[in-house]
């Protein structure tokens, strides 16, 4: 149980164009969900949480403008990198949370962008 | 500021011993915490969880310890094979929160 899908896998995109992620809950209902960026060799940074019908929460440092996060349901939260540039191409993790504290995230298996 | 580190950046380990990966953790308010395998190219793999009222918790040959006094946490691998080199991620649960903070990444090499 607990599986969540992303996608693409990887994708590569020129520079100045958009490209959306999806992450899915494939089988619970995921009231929040959770946007990683990972460089190669260092550790998962969160960008924002998503939580189902509301605005998401991003962390500092992460522009909302040019990561925009949409969490239309229980079970889809899509993240559109805008006008991409080459430094934004990075490996993006979504997670999600059945929404109580002290409850384990399960993670989708990420999504290399790659920017021309 | 509040943060999750790692002693060892790489463990390097004979196959058939065990292996100890550590943390160091510093919000003293944080009351759960979790272990996340990652392979290469894919998602954090859930491990092992424990809770700040537990100092250890074991599951399929792995044992998590936690030792709320200094702040450390760590993860014993029984028996390492081959399949579990990857990168360990300690997290950290944000009390009050639904939010993790995850360490730096220890990544384990096992040595036929």
């Known amino acids: 149980g607990a599986v969540v899908s992303q996608h693409p896998s990887w994708v590569i995109c020129k520079s100045g164009t958009s490209v959306k992620i999806e992450c899915r809950s494939l089988d619970f209902q995921a009231t929040t969900m959770f946007w990683y960026r990972q460089f190669p060799k260092q550790s998962l940074m969160l960008m924002a949480t998503?939580?189902?019908?509301?605005?998401?929460?991003?962390e500092q440092g992460v522009e909302k403008d040019k990561f925009l996060i949409n969490h239309a349901s229980l079970t889809l939260s899509t993240l559109t990198v805008t006008s991409a540039h080459p430094e934004d191409s990075s490996f993006y993790i979504c997670s999600a949370s059945v929404g109580t504290e002290n409850s384990p995230l399960h993670f989708g298996n990420g999504t290399r962008l790659t920017v021309t | 500021g509040e943060s999750v580190g790692l002693h060892l950046p790489t463990l390097s380990v004979q196959e058939g011993d065990n292996s100890i990966i550590n943390c160091a953790y510093s919000?003293?308010?944080?009351?759960?915490f979790i272990w996340y395998k990652q392979e290469s190219g894919k998602g954090p793999q859930f491990i092992i969880d424990?809770?700040?009222?537990?100092d250890k918790r074991q599951g399929q040959r792995v044992t998590v310890l936690l030792n709320k006094t200094v702040k450390h946490l760590s993860l014993q691998i029984a028996a390492t094979q081959p399949g579990d080199s990857a990168v360990y991620f300690c997290?950290?649960?944000?009390?009050?929160?639904?939010?993790?903070?995850f360490g730096t990444g220890t990544r384990l090499k096992v040595l036929a």
């Open positions: 998503s939580n189902e019908g509301s605005k998401a929460t991003y």
């Open positions: 424990i809770r700040s009222n537990m």
């Open positions: 997290a950290e649960g944000v009390s009050g929160t639904y939010k993790y903070i």
């Open positions: 919000n003293s308010a944080s009351d759960y």
